[in-house]
């Protein structure tokens, strides 16, 4: 009805997006045959089925496994140039997108391969219909804290196109505190600062995000409502949590999207935004992420629009920059 043009023809900002979970399984098999890389499925179709996810681990394996067809500027570039085409047929006019360095390097493709490919298409995107873009270099924190400072100091030469830093992968047994020295860092390098936490991982793990590691948003954070205290904490501070709707489905963080608590964090006065997260293992870029809510809770029109109005208030983007999408 009214609400599905809604979500469509609005303006809209995403704010938690990891290039490597846009690789659609048919860029993924045309890489795997460039580079001979070899992977366990032999059609499209095997991708798509393998996509069935008990948690975040077992998607995470299924991830790292994608993006080792990744291997040259040219295979970067594509990737991030066919998502942010995506961002432009669904009025995305701002994104902000997690890149994992860890996942390359550790394959032996440094900084000086992927960072010029995003390079050239965010430029290309920007100049062909103004598309906005910024970039957060995501620590993986299941690696050890040397590891994170070593890609930190790797990261130097391209700092200039990074603007803030963010922690992903294996939530549970890695809380955020692991990091804090890694964060002082980052904040010292004048990077801004988000992680994961209480995706998978208890009220804790929010907690240690906002006093351990200063962050200005927490990428998930559906587990704070488990603690009144924290949602009380969230709330005053209009702390952004960036809600990933049809990935916690897939990853089983809530049985069905009828029981998502996102409109109960959202009635609890959070600064609750919409977001997309992997989409091309989750079944979605953002405007399904919308409709996939308003197809399974009460949502309103309201809703939608005060949600998509977080999305910008909740961004990196300057107040004079804000203005012009609020
Ligand atoms: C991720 Cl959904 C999610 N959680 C944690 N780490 C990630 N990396 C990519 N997607
Ligand atoms: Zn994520």
């Not at 996810?53 to 991030?80: K, P």
């Not at 700092?159 to 809380?175: I, R, T, Y």
């Not at 489905?249 to 999207?257: A, D, Q, Y």
Request: contains cysteine; glycine residues 4%.
């Amino acid at each position: 009805p009214a609400t599905t043009a809604l979500i469509n023809s609005l303006p809209k900002a995403e704010l938690h997006l990891h290039i490597e979970g846009t690789l659609e399984p048919e860029l993924m098999m045309l890489l795997a045959e460039k580079h001979q890389v070899a992977l366990p499925y032999s059609t499209i179709e095997d991708v798509r089925l393998a996509y069935n996810f008990d948690n975040l681990q077992s998607f995470l394996d299924l991830y790292y496994l994608g993006a080792s067809v990744l291997c040259d500027e040219d295979d970067f570039y594509r990737l991030m140039w066919d998502y942010l085409c995506k961002c432009k047929e669904e009025n995305v006019v701002h994104v902000e997108m997690m890149f994992d360095p860890q996942t390359h390097t550790e394959r032996g493709i440094g900084f000086d391969v992927f960072m010029p490919g995003f390079a050239r298409a965010m430029a290309q995107a920007e100049k062909e219909w103004g598309q906005s873009s910024l970039l957060i270099m995501s620590f993986l924190r299941h690696l050890s804290e040397q590891s994170a400072f070593e890609t930190l100091d790797a990261a130097s030469p391209y700092l200039f196109m990074v603007s803030a830093v963010g922690l992903d992968s294996s939530e549970l047994g890695n809380p955020p505190e692991k990091f804090a020295r890694v964060f002082a860092k980052a904040k010292e390098l004048g990077l801004l600062r988000v992680a994961h936490a209480g995706e998978e991982g208890p009220p804790a793990y929010i907690w240690s995000a906002l006093n351990d590691l200063n962050v200005h948003r927490i990428d998930h954070g559906v587990r704070s409502i488990e603690d009144a205290m924290l949602v009380q904490e969230l709330a005053s501070r209009q702390m952004p949590l960036t809600v990933c709707p049809l990935s916690n489905i897939k990853l089983c963080v809530f049985g069905h999207m009828r029981e998502h608590n996102l409109l109960s964090l959202l009635d609890l006065g959070l600064m609750v935004t919409v977001n997309a997260d992997d989409p091309s293992y989750f079944g979605g870029y953002l405007n399904d992420n919308y409709h996939a809510l308003a197809a399974h809770l009460p949502i309103t029109d309201e809703h939608i629009k005060t949600l998509a109005a977080n999305s910008f208030k909740a961004s990196f983007l300057s107040e004079e920059q804000k203005a012009h999408w609020l």
